[in-house]
Structure formats: C-alpha cells, structure tokens
C-alpha cells in the first residue's frame, strides 16, 4: 500500500522506529506539538493536510492520522477522496502507552493526570502535558509560556493555577518511557523539572504497538476507526469507542 501519515511530532522518535519496519511505503510529515494549544486552528491545519493528499498525482490508499482526539483538534475532519484512518484514543497517552486497556488501567482513577514523554522533552521547554478542562492544553508549553510573556514567572503561575483549579493541586507527575528509542537524559531532565515544580515522579512503560499497527495496516476496529470518503470524525467521548465516522456536514 502507498499511505500518507500525518502526525504530531510529539511521536517522531517511535513513529520513525515504526516507519522503518513497515512492510508499505509510507509518506510522512509532522505538526508541532504547540498546534494543540488551539484545537480549532490545528483542525483546519489537518483538514488542509489531508485535502492536499488527494491532490498528489499518485493516489494514497489511506491517509494515516497520528492523533487523538486531542481537544476535540480531530472531531469534524472529512475524508474527501481517501480514506481517514486514526487510533480510537483521547490523546496521545493511550497511543504511547499501546491500547486503551492500558490507559485504563494506569490512568483510570484521574484521566486528567499529567504526563510526559520523550517527544515532549524533545520539543523545546514542554514538560507535562496536562488536560484542561473542556479541552486539551499543553501545561509548561504554549498557554503557559504565553502567560510569561505577559506577567512574569511568578504572577503566571499564579494566573495559572486560579484557571486551573482542579489540577493546581495534583502532586503527581507521569513520564511514559518507551523501551529501545529512549533518550535517558530526558527521563533525568523530567524529573528534575517535576520536582522543581513540587510533583512526585512515577515512571511507565510506553508500548509501540498502536503506533506501528496504524503504519503496517493492521486496522482492527476496535482499536482504529477508518472514516470512508463522504465521511467525518466526531467523538463519543466514552471510554471504547471514542470516535466514529457519520456523514459530512
């Protein structure tokens, strides 16, 4: 199959490990972990991406995206000409972590726990992903990195933490390793930054195995939802489904 993936680049490292083994030829470009700091913006930047896909003189069998629902940033993408493709996941944990079972089980008691990863350290000063209410925002990363810029360090932690009041007060910090692409220095430099921030640290083991079935075409649906030509991503917003295709408004 000839496949175009468009993904963030928060997965570089392990879509790129994944890459090399793919039985298919597979075209890719990456997205700047910042988009999902505005949902909407990011949405018409994939839309874009994916309506450019069916305009190469070659034809892609599936357009590959590596996203959740990430803010609801995927909710409402249409697939014009080429089949969508994208793991049945909330954000990027379940995918770094390789199933939903796993997300369950490891995250299950506070969805909203914060977490990083190798792909986070990799991109500039972000250092824990954390959930909004409503929507998906990246905590250390461009929201509060914006508030710095216009109070100062001390008075943007303060603005901060009165927005953010249900998760102001977790203590608790998640660094999701993945075994064989690992950088070791940025699992050190996590867990400086987390108790620098006053955070407990707890370490998981991430899982390639939803990243590498989403390139090699091994679409089982309950794990991955294929949105047909005509077709557009909206989201369930339960714990199994999380997104199904319905027709183009």
């Known amino acids: 199959m000839h496949l175009r993936l468009i993904a963030c680049n928060i997965f570089q490292r392990e879509a790129c490990a994944c890459l090399a083994r793919s039985p298919h030829t597979v075209d890719v470009e990456f997205l700047e972990l910042g988009e999902h700091a505005q949902p909407n913006s990011l949405r018409e930047k994939l839309q874009a991406r994916i309506d450019a896909a069916d305009k190469f003189p070659h034809r892609y069998e599936a357009v590959l995206l590596l996203f959740g629902l990430c803010g609801n940033a995927t909710a409402g993408l249409s697939a014009r000409q080429t089949p969508l493709v994208l793991p049945r996941a909330h954000d990027c944990a379940t995918i770094l972590l390789g199933s939903r079972a796993a997300f369950t089980r490891d995250f299950g008691d506070n969805p909203s726990q914060g977490f990083s990863s190798n792909g986070y350290l990799d991109r500039g000063e972000y250092f824990l992903r954390q959930p909004e209410e409503g929507g998906g925002v990246v905590a250390g990363g461009d929201a509060y990195a914006e508030l710095v810029k216009q109070y100062g360090e001390e008075n943007a932690r303060y603005v901060w933490d009165t ?87």
């Open 163 to 249: 927005m953010h009041p249900a998760h102001s007060g977790s203590n608790h910090a998640v660094f999701i390793r993945m075994p064989g692409i690992d950088d070791a220095k940025h699992a050190e430099r996590f867990r400086v930054q987390a108790e620098a921030a006053g955070k407990r640290c707890a370490e998981l083991t991430g899982d390639l195995r939803l990243i590498a079935a989403l390139i090699e075409g091994c679409w089982d649906p309950t794990e991955f939802l294929l949105v047909p030509p005509g077709q557009q991503i909206a989201g369930v917003y339960d714990w199994d489904e999380v997104v199904r295709a319905r027709p183009a408004v």
